[in-house]
C-alpha cells in the first residue's frame, strides 16, 4: 500500500533480542537440569549440608575482588550504585556471598557452617561459545573447619556427585593439588614476593597446560615461550632451564609419589629435591592427610587422585585445592578429539572470612558448573526421558467453548496434563498444533458426539506409527485403531490407559 | 593489649552487609519453598504449560516501563551500561522479558504458546516491611488467545494452585475484573483523554480501597479527599458528587449482577445505567464469558467472583485482570486484624508483544508472588513437617580422622544423611554442635570400642525427653535407653531403626 502523506510517523520500536552472552532456556534443557539439581541437592544433603540462599546483588566491597585473570581491575563483575550512591553489584560467585553471611552472621552459626546453595552468578566477560554472562553454580561450603578432613570430604562429594548424576568410574577424576606445594616449589626456584607475582600466574598457567601439552611444550611456557600451530606466540615465565626443568621435575615426583607403586625411592627423591622447604612440606603433608582419608574411605585413585599440576584460576584459595575432570573424549568446536575436562572445583579459602572480621576462619568449598556438566551428560546420553506434551481438547464448536472447558478441567482434576486449544484456527490447525506440542492424545467432541453424550480419543502417537506403517501393511491400522469413540464418562479412565500404554 | 607505636595501620574491612531489600534465606524457609514451588509446577505443568527460563538482564529498552506509581520516569528498576554503553536492567518482572522471547522466536513457537516460569526479579524501589528489592514470582501466560476462555483458565489455574498449596476453599477468592468496565465507567463520566490521565489514576486507586473502606470513604477519595485517624491527607480525584456517586452505583451493581440472586432487576437496572457505552458493554460481555465458563466447569462463586473493584498496578492490562486474594484475616505490623490480601494476580495485555512487531498477540496471564504467599501459608499453620538433622560421627581420638571419616561415608553410601565433625573442639562442645544442627543421633567410638569393633550411638531425641523425664520417673530411662553399644557391622541397620522412630 502506498503511505499516505499526512500519515503520523511509525513509532520507533525496540528489536527484540537479548544481549550477548546471555540465553534463554527451553522447556527440555530445564526439565534436565532440574533434575539435576535434585540429584545434586540429594547428595549434598546427605553430606549433611544445609540450604542457604544469598541475593544476587551485594555490596561492592563486600564481595570483594577475586575473579581470575582479569586485566583491568573493573572488569568481570557488573556493578551499578544504589539511590544513596553507594556501589552495588551482581554476585560473580557464591562464595564471596558465603563469606559476607558467615561473617554477618558469625555469632548464631553452629560451628562448622556447611552449607549448600545454587543459583545464577554474572560475569562481565567476554561471552564466547559456551561462555554466559550469566549461568549457575552449585556449591557445597565447610566454614570454620582447618581439618584437612574438610577438604577430603570435599573430593568424595566431587565423586559422589557425578556418580549420582550417571557418570560411570572411571570417566571422571577428581584432582587434588595444594596451593602450598606450587608455593614452595617456586620459593625454591626464587619466585618470591610481590615483584614476582606476574611471573608465578605464567608459571602457574603453564604448569595447568600439563595434561594438555607435552612436557617440552610446557617446558617453552616455562622459558622463552611458545608458537603454536597456528602461530600464535604466548610469552613464557623467562625462567632458566635449571630452574624450569627443576619445576617440572618436582611436580611430577609429587604427582608420582601418590600413585601406587613398589617403588618407594621415588618419595626419597622427592624428598631430598624439595628438602627444607616448610611451604612445599606442610602443603605435601595436608595432600597425604587427603590421600590417605579418602583411601581409607574406599575412594581409589581412579576417582580421586593427587595432581600437582592442578591450579584453579581464583586468588582466594590458600591450600588444598580440587578440579572435577570428565576423562571422556568429545569433539570440541574445531572438531578435534578432547577430554571433556573441568565441571567444577573448588579449594580451601583461609581468609575470605577474615577480610571482614580480621580473625582467621577456615573454610573449604566445592562448586560445580552446572550448564557444562549438563553438557557432558547429554554428550553421554544421560538424557532422562521426554516428557509427553500435555492432552489437547479441541474446539470443534466456538459456541460450545464452555463444555470443551469442563472436559479439560475434568481431566485435569484428574491429575491428567491437560489443555483446551485456546487459538482461533480450524481442526487441522489444531491437528499442527497438538503435533508441536508433542500431545499423546487429542479429544475431540462435534456435536453429533455431544447429543450422544461422547466423545473421541484420537492416540496421536499410535496414529503416526500406523500413517508410517500404512503402505507396507494396512491391517495394522484396522487392528490397532489409532481413533476411538467412547461416553464422555469414561474419558479419564480411557485417557489414562492410552497415557500408560506411552508413558513406558 | 597496648599498640606498639610502629605498627602498620589496620586495614579497612568492609563491613559484613547486605544492601536494604536484600535477605539471605536460611534452611527451613528454602525448604518450605522449594516444597512450594514444586506443588505449583506440579499445576502449571497439569495445565499444559511448558517451563521456559530467560536471562535476570535485559536491554532496558526491551523491557520497557510498565512498572506501577513510579513517580520518576528512571525509578523502579536496576540498570547499567555494557561495555558498548547500550543500556542493560534487571528484570522487574517475568512479563516483559516473555514478550521479548515470543516476539524474538514467534515463527519458531506453536500458537498459542503456553508457559510458566519463576525466578528473582528486581524492583529499585523503596524497600518496607515484607516488601524487597529482590523476590520470586512463578508465572504462567497464554500468548497468542484472543479467546476469554484463556483468561477464564487463569482464574481457575490460580484456584487450583491455591487449593494444591493446602489453602482451604472459602479461605481464598479470585476476583475478576476487566479493564474496559472500569474505562467505560470512567468515559461515562467524561474522564477520557491524555489530560484525565492521572485522575483516572486516583479513581482507580480510590474504588481499589472497595475492600478496606466504607462506601463514604472511597466516595471522599473520589471527590474531595480524605483525611485518615493520623491526620494524613490522601487528595481526591475532585469529581463532583453526582459522577462519584454514579461510578460507584455502577461498579457495586455490576459486582452484584453476578451474585447468584433471583432478583434481576438489578441486572436491568445496571443495563439502563450505562446503557450504550461500548467499552463497558464490551468489558461486560468478556466478564459473562468468563462467569459462565468457570460456573460450568464447577467453579462456584466461592473460589472465583467477579469484582470490578479490581484494579492491578500494572500499566500494560488490557482486558481481564484478576487477583488471587486470602480472605483470611491476621494481625498486620500494627497489630491490627486485617485479610491477608492478595497473593497474585495477573491479566490481559494484547500489546506487549506489539511494542516489538507492531503486530498485535493477544496474551494473557497469571503470576504468584511466591514469597507473600509463602507468608500465608506459615500464617496458615501449613508447614512441611521439619528435616532432622545428620547423624554427627564425634571426633573422639584426632589421630583416627580417616576411621571415623569411614564411618560417615558407610552412612551416607547408605543413603543416611551424615556428616564427621570438622572442627577442632572436645566431647561436650561437640555434642553442643550436634544439638544446633538438630541431629537425631550421634555416633561415638572411643579406642576401647574401636578395639572391641564396636560403636555407640546416642539418640539425642530420646535422649532429650529422658532428661526431661529423669526427675518424675527414674526407671523410664533405665528401660528405654538413649544410648547402645552396637557392633560396628550394624552401624546403618540401627542407625535406620533410629531415624525411623524420629522420622514418622
Same mark, same amino acid.
Given at each position: 500500500?502506498?503511505?499516505?502523506?499526512?500519515?503520523?510517523?511509525?513509532?520507533?520500536?525496540?528489536?527484540?533480542?537479548?544481549?550477548?552472552?546471555?540465553?534463554?532456556?527451553?522447556?527440555?534443557?530445564?526439565?534436565?537440569?532440574?533434575?539435576?539439581?535434585?540429584?545434586?541437592?540429594?547428595?549434598?544433603?546427605?553430606?549433611?549440608?544445609?540450604?542457604?540462599?544469598?541475593?544476587?546483588?551485594?555490596?561492592?566491597?563486600?564481595?570483594?575482588?577475586?575473579?581470575?585473570?582479569?586485566?583491568?581491575?573493573?572488569?568481570?563483575?557488573?556493578?551499578?550504585? &544504589?539511590?544513596?550512591?553507594?556501589?552495588?553489584?551482581?554476585? #560473580?560467585?557464591?562464595?564471596?556471598?558465603?563469606?559476607?553471611?558467615?561473617?554477618?552472621?558469625?555469632?548464631?552459626?553452629?560451628?562448622?557452617?556447611?552449607?549448600?546453595?545454587?543459583?545464577?552468578?554474572?560475569?562481565?566477560?567476554?561471552?564466547?561459545?559456551?561462555?554466559?554472562?550469566?549461568?549457575?553454580?552449585?556449591?557445597?561450603?565447610?566454614?570454620?573447619?582447618?581439618?584437612?578432613?574438610?577438604?577430603?570430604?570435599?573430593?568424595?562429594?566431587?565423586?559422589?556427585?557425578?556418580?549420582?548424576?550417571?557418570?560411570?568410574?572411571?570417566? #571422571?577424576?577428581?584432582?587434588?593439588?595444594?596451593?602450598?606445594?606450587?608455593?614452595?616449589?617456586?620459593? /625454591?626456584?626464587? *619466585?618470591?614476593?610481590?615483584?614476582?607475582? =606476574?611471573?608465578?600466574?605464567?608459571?602457574?598457567?603453564?604448569?595447568?597446560?600439563?595434561?594438555?601439552?607435552?612436557?617440552? /611444550?610446557?617446558?617453552?611456557?616455562?622459558?622463552?615461550?611458545?608458537?603454536?600451530?597456528?602461530?600464535?606466540?604466548?610469552?613464557?615465565?623467562?625462567?632458566?632451564? &635449571?630452574?624450569?626443568?627443576?619445576?617440572?621435575?618436582?611436580?611430577?615426583? %609429587? !604427582?608420582?609419589?601418590?600413585?601406587?607403586?613398589? &617403588?618407594?625411592?621415588?618419595?626419597?627423591? *622427592?624428598?631430598?629435591?624439595?628438602?627444607?622447604?616448610?611451604?612445599?612440606?606442610?602443603?605435601?603433608?595436608?595432600?597425604?592427610?587427603?590421600?590417605?582419608?579418602?583411601?581409607?574411605?574406599? #575412594?581409589?585413585?581412579?576417582?580421586?587422585?593427587?595432581?600437582?599440576?592442578?591450579?584453579?584460576?581464583?586468588? #582466594?584459595?590458600?591450600?588444598?585445592?580440587?578440579?572435577?575432570?570428565? =576423562?571422556?573424549?568429545?569433539?570440541? +568446536?574445531?572438531?578435534?578429539?578432547?577430554?571433556?575436562?573441568?565441571?567444577?572445583? $573448588?579449594?580451601?579459602?583461609?581468609?575470605?572470612?577474615?577480610?571482614?572480621?580480621?580473625?582467621?576462619?577456615?573454610? %573449604?568449598?566445592?562448586?560445580?558448573?552446572?550448564?557444562?556438566?549438563?553438557?557432558?551428560?547429554?554428550?553421554?546420553?544421560?538424557?532422562?526421558?521426554?516428557?509427553?506434551?500435555?492432552?489437547?481438547?479441541?474446539?470443534?464448536?466456538?459456541?460450545?467453548?464452555?463444555?470443551? !472447558?469442563?472436559? %479439560? !478441567?475434568?481431566?485435569?482434576?484428574?491429575?491428567?496434563?491437560?489443555?483446551?486449544?485456546?487459538?482461533?484456527?480450524?481442526?487441522?490447525?489444531?491437528?499442527?498444533?497438538?503435533?508441536?506440542?508433542?500431545?499423546?492424545?487429542?479429544?475431540? !467432541? $462435534?456435536? &453429533?458426539?455431544?447429543?450422544?453424550?461422547?466423545?473421541?480419543?484420537?492416540?496421536?502417537? +499410535?496414529?503416526?506409527?500406523?500413517?508410517?506403517?500404512?503402505?507396507?501393511?494396512? +491391517?495394522?491400522?484396522?487392528?490397532?485403531?489409532?481413533? *476411538?469413540?467412547?461416553?464422555?464418562?469414561?474419558?479419564?479412565?480411557?485417557?489414562?490407559?492410552? *497415557?500408560?500404554?506411552?508413558? %513406558?
Amino acid at each position: 500500500m502506498a503511505k499516505s502523506e499526512n500519515e503520523t510517523p511509525a513509532p520507533i520500536r525496540p528489536v527484540p533480542r537479548l544481549p550477548k552472552g546471555f540465553r534463554d532456556i527451553g522447556a527440555a534443557e530445564i526439565r534436565e537440569q532440574q533434575a539435576m539439581l535434585t540429584k545434586i541437592r540429594g547428595v549434598y544433603e546427605r553430606y549433611g549440608f544445609e540450604p542457604l540462599e544469598t541475593p544476587a546483588i551485594e555490596y561492592t566491597d563486600a564481595l570483594g575482588k577475586f575473579l581470575p585473570d582479569q586485566d583491568r581491575p573493573n572488569e568481570g563483575v557488573f556493578s551499578f550504585q &544504589d539511590e544513596d550512591e553507594q556501589w552495588l553489584s551482581l554476585r #560473580y560467585d557464591l562464595t564471596a556471598p558465603l563469606a559476607r553471611f558467615v561473617a554477618e552472621n558469625f555469632d548464631k552459626l553452629p560451628k562448622p557452617f556447611r552449607r549448600y546453595a545454587t543459583g545464577s552468578v554474572f560475569r562481565n566477560e567476554k561471552p564466547g561459545p559456551g561462555r554466559f554472562r550469566q549461568f549457575t553454580q552449585f556449591d557445597a561450603d565447610t566454614v570454620g573447619a582447618e581439618s584437612i578432613a574438610a577438604d577430603a570430604e570435599m573430593c568424595m562429594l566431587a565423586a559422589d556427585t557425578l556418580e549420582a548424576l550417571g557418570i560411570p568410574r572411571g570417566d #571422571y577424576v577428581i584432582k587434588v593439588n595444594n596451593r602450598k606445594v606450587l608455593d614452595g616449589i617456586m620459593e /625454591e626456584v626464587g *619466585l618470591v614476593g610481590p615483584e614476582f607475582a =606476574t611471573r608465578r600466574l605464567t608459571v602457574l598457567r603453564a604448569l595447568d597446560k600439563l595434561d594438555k601439552f607435552s612436557e617440552q /611444550e610446557v617446558l617453552l611456557l616455562l622459558t622463552v615461550g611458545r608458537k603454536d600451530a597456528s602461530g600464535d606466540f604466548t610469552p613464557g615465565a623467562l625462567l632458566d632451564v &635449571d630452574a624450569a626443568e627443576r619445576i617440572l621435575s618436582t611436580v611430577k615426583n %609429587t !604427582q608420582q609419589y601418590f600413585v601406587p607403586s613398589d &617403588d618407594m625411592n621415588r618419595a626419597k627423591q *622427592l624428598d631430598k629435591a624439595i628438602e627444607g622447604n616448610a611451604t612445599y612440606n606442610t602443603g605435601f603433608e595436608e595432600l597425604t592427610q587427603i590421600h590417605s582419608m579418602v583411601r581409607a574411605a574406599g #575412594y581409589g585413585v581412579d576417582r580421586i587422585r593427587i595432581d600437582p599440576s592442578v591450579i584453579r584460576g581464583l586468588e #582466594y584459595y590458600t591450600g588444598p585445592v580440587f578440579e572435577a575432570e570428565l =576423562t571422556f573424549e568429545v569433539k570440541n +568446536e574445531d572438531g578435534q578429539t578432547v577430554r571433556f575436562g573441568s565441571v567444577g572445583g $573448588g579449594g580451601r579459602y583461609d581468609d575470605l572470612v577474615a577480610r571482614f572480621t580480621g580473625q582467621k576462619v577456615p573454610a %573449604t568449598g566445592f562448586s560445580i558448573g552446572v550448564s557444562r556438566l549438563q553438557a557432558a551428560l547429554a554428550s553421554l546420553g544421560k538424557k532422562s526421558s521426554d516428557t509427553l506434551g500435555p492432552v489437547v481438547v479441541l474446539v470443534m464448536d466456538k459456541g460450545e467453548v464452555a463444555a470443551y !472447558q469442563k472436559l %479439560t !478441567q475434568t481431566l485435569r482434576a484428574a491429575g491428567i496434563r491437560a489443555e483446551m486449544y485456546l487459538g482461533s484456527a480450524g481442526m487441522k490447525a489444531q491437528m499442527k498444533y497438538a503435533d508441536k506440542r508433542g500431545s499423546p492424545l487429542v479429544v475431540i !467432541q $462435534g456435536s &453429533d458426539e455431544r447429543a450422544k453424550g461422547e466423545v473421541t480419543l484420537k492416540d496421536l502417537i +499410535e496414529g503416526a506409527k500406523a500413517a508410517a506403517a500404512i503402505k507396507d501393511n494396512k +491391517e495394522w491400522k484396522e487392528a490397532r485403531p489409532a481413533q *476411538l469413540a467412547i461416553p464422555e464418562t469414561d474419558l479419564v479412565a480411557k485417557v489414562r490407559e492410552i *497415557l500408560a500404554r506411552h508413558e %513406558t
